[in-house]
């Protein structure tokens, strides 16, 4: 972080910064925790991509659903040609014993959030990619159309990868296969990157990509890096039962972040899509 921009970051918090630690985690932004005498602050910026004004209005709506915790922002900005986001920082802790309870509990509160139409008000970002949210009365058409043919148009643009016939087969497929649900407020990129635990030891959610969708959405997500433990789906399912034979259909869900993925990071993840494409389409 050069000077001058420190500079500037000084003057908009009107106080001194007295240490700058670099954090590590994430590839779309650079991120730091700055150190005051007021208290601790979390930044981070990017030079090519305004990604935090739709950030923050995610993690307000996400605070008004008063469920989960979330970090709040103290501002966004723009210092020549930097986009920034500066929030409070949150202070780790150790999971308490009924962390993953309470994590399934008011994941399910948070979808018992509905609206009639899948989408949302405006667009925001999955990673560094424009993640379109126009609505839909349906959820497969949601689905096709706002998220998986997005994504096969960047994949063909970028990589030179063709993948619409391998996914019209499925496409066909799917309003047999899904289930009839109102549309959830979701996170929408609930992996274990976007989860902390805060100094009481809640929940704390970060880097959200909300919208009103499928709320099996998010719980394919946990599921596609690891995995949470059990006792999370167990209390989720308490709470809200999700329909018989979700865990078939978590794959299909996955298409979407995989799709990033290969966007993102290259072809690793396209013969994995193959393999979940060939699965439903045989």
């Known amino acids: 972080m050069n000077r001058d921009f420190l500079r500037h970051l000084e003057k908009k918090l009107k106080v001194k910064i007295l240490s700058v630690i670099r954090l590590y985690g994430g590839c779309i932004n650079k991120a730091y925790k700055l150190e005051t005498l007021r208290g601790h602050y979390f930044v981070k910026f990017n030079s090519s991509l305004n990604l935090f004004s ?50 399934g509990q008011k ?62 087969k499925l496409f066909k497929l799917l309003p047999d296969i899904m289930p009839l649900e109102k549309a959830s407020l979701i996170h929408g990129d609930l992996w274990n990157g976007n989860y902390l635990v805060n100094k009481h030891g ?34 989720y399912n308490l709470e809200f039962p999700l329909v018989s034979n ?7 869900w996955n298409l979407y972040p995989l799709l990033v993925h290969a966007n993102l990071f290259g072809v690793n993840y396209i013969s994995q899509i193959q393999t979940i494409l060939k699965r439903f389409s045989d």
Not at 71 to 88: A, C, L, N, Q
Not at 211 to 234: C, H, W
């Open 54 to 103: 739709s950030e923050e209005k995610g993690l307000v709506e996400l605070k008004l659903s008063k469920t989960f915790y979330t970090p709040e922002v103290i501002m966004t900005g723009r210092y020549v040609g930097t986009y920034y986001i500066i929030m409070e920082f949150i202070e780790p802790d150790n999971i308490k014993d009924n962390f993953w309870e309470l994590f």
């Open 107 to 168: 994941l399910a509160i948070l979808h018992k959030s509905h609206k009639d139409r899948f989408g949302l008000e405006y667009d925001n970002y999955i990673g560094s990619f424009p993640q379109i949210n126009s609505f839909e009365f349906k959820s497969v058409d949601f689905f096709i159309n706002a998220r998986i043919l997005p994504q096969l148009k960047i994949l063909e643009n970028r990589l030179s990868v063709n993948l619409y016939s391998d996914f019209c």
């Open 246 to 252: 979700w865990q078939e259909r978590l794959d299909i």
């Open 202 to 235: 809640y929940p704390t959610l970060i880097d959200p990509a909300i919208y009103y969708g499928s709320r099996e959405v998010d719980i394919a997500m946990t599921k596609l890096f690891g995995g949470f433990p059990q006792k999370f789906y167990n209390s």
